[in-house]
Structures are given as structure tokens and as C-alpha cells.
């Protein structure tokens, strides 16, 4: 299994402001994805994260919106970029155990934006 | 459209009742199908995972069972502890093309075990 930690928990941010979620595993993983789960909706899939390339966004998420940084196999990071109130969610790491096995994911980050 | 949709939306059961936790899905190419509990405030946990030839899986007092031919899945419940409430999510895995399984979640069913 993966033990994933993910910082801030929480945050309430302004409209307009930008903020950085982090994500680590306790594991070398290859792929890491990030997902939103807006208030009463399933998950939904952000983008995936390979290490030393670029993620690869979903149809309705661009790299503008959400930058995503994988500088190594345990650790990445999505910014919520000029932020208002429909971004208010919350945000997912996830990785997948092994290839087609089960996605773990971590605790997740509550955004409000105000 | 590849699509999961789960049933009820919420339940109230008491301690120590069975409950059982429907879903249906419709995707294709299918290769596996999950179920996820998740607590308030916290990310999904996995319960199971099984593969269009496995009807049924059990993990502790929870029992899920696939029938692929009616793209029907169910979660069942047994001697419901309070511990139990939580979001219980259906997951149907694409049979992945792009070196990973893309997921096709559902909405969850809430369920709430009163004392």
C-alpha cells in the first residue's frame, strides 16, 4: 500500500489569489494524478502526473488553471491559479499501487474561495 | 457515454441491520470495477476490487458481487457498525489504452448507521 500525505488540509482563499497543494507518498511511484470532488459530485479526474514530463490534462482543465509539478517519484504539486468561488472543492492526490491495481488516495485539501 | 450511476443516494439503517448498495455502469472497454468507502474530510479508501470474471468479493463484513452481463455491481453490509457511516463509492476501471486505468466514478451512496 501507499501512504499519501497531502498539505494544506484546508485553506480559505481570496478570489483572485492562487494556491499550491502539495503531495507526498511514502513510495516511488510513476504516475501520480491529482482529481476534484466538487460538493456532492464524484471524483473527477484533473490530470496525470509523470515525473521529468509534462502532465497530461482531462478535457475541461487546462495547465493555465491548474500548473502541476512533479519534480521527483514521491512528490508533486497542483496551483489552483486565480481562484474564484466554483473552484471551491476538494482536491485529491492519488497513485496507483501497481499498474492497473488500486489507486490510493490521499487525504485531500478543502478549498473555499471567497 | 460511459457512465456509473449508483443507488440509493442516501440510507439510514440501524446498528447492526444488513444494507445492500447498488450500482450500474455502463463502460466500455470494462476491465475492473472498485468499491471505495470514503469518511467525511478524508480521500476514498479501497474496499475491492474485482475483474469481469469474479461475481463476488468479500473483505471483512463487506461483500460486493459483479454480474457483467447486466453491468450490475452490489456492496452488502453486514451487522452495520457505526464506524460504517460513510460516502461508499462504485469505481469502473477502462481497460487502460494509455499505460494507465482511467476510472469512471459514481456519485456514492451515503449511508448513516444510527445507534
Known amino acids: 500500500s501507499a501512504v499519501i500525505s497531502q498539505k494544506p488540509s484546508r485553506d480559505i482563499c481570496q478570489r483572485g489569489t492562487s494556491l499550491t497543494i502539495q503531495c507526498q507518498v511514502d513510495s516511488q511511484v510513476t504516475m501520480m494524478f491529482w482529481y476534484r470532488q466538487q460538493p456532492g459530485q464524484s471524483l473527477t479526474l484533473i490530470a496525470t502526473?509523470?515525473?521529468?514530463?509534462?502532465?497530461?490534462?482531462e478535457s475541461g482543465f487546462v495547465i493555465d488553471k491548474f500548473p502541476i509539478s512533479r519534480p521527483n517519484l514521491t512528490f508533486s504539486t497542483l496551483t489552483v491559479s486565480n481562484m474564484s468561488p466554483e473552484d471551491s472543492s476538494i482536491y485529491l492526490c492519488?497513485?496507483?499501487?501497481?499498474?492497473?491495481?488500486?489507486?490510493?488516495f490521499g487525504p485531500g485539501t478543502r478549498l473555499t474561495v471567497t | 457515454k460511459n457512465q456509473v450511476e449508483q443507488s440509493p443516494q442516501s440510507l439510514i439503517i440501524l446498528e447492526g441491520k444488513n444494507c445492500t448498495l447498488q450500482c450500474n455502469y455502463t463502460v466500455s472497454p470494462f476491465s475492473n470495477l472498485r468499491w471505495y468507502k470514503q469518511d467525511t474530510g478524508r480521500g476514498p479508501v479501497s474496499l475491492t476490487i474485482?475483474?469481469?470474471?469474479?461475481n463476488t468479493k468479500s473483505n471483512g463484513r463487506y461483500t460486493a458481487t459483479l454480474d457483467a452481463d447486466t453491468k450490475q455491481s452490489s456492496l452488502h453490509i453486514t451487522a452495520s457498525q457505526l464506524s460504517d457511516s460513510a460516502s461508499y463509492i462504485c469505481?469502473?476501471?477502462?481497460?487502460?489504452?494509455?499505460?494507465?486505468?482511467?476510472?469512471?466514478f459514481g456519485t456514492g451512496t451515503r449511508l448513516l448507521v444510527s445507534p
Open positions: 474485482m475483474t469481469f470474471s469474479e
Open positions: 492519488s497513485v496507483e499501487g501497481v499498474a492497473g491495481g488500486i489507486q490510493y
Open positions: 502526473a509523470n515525473q521529468g514530463s509534462e502532465a497530461t490534462y
Open positions: 469505481v469502473v476501471s477502462l481497460s487502460p489504452n494509455t499505460g494507465f486505468q482511467k476510472l469512471v
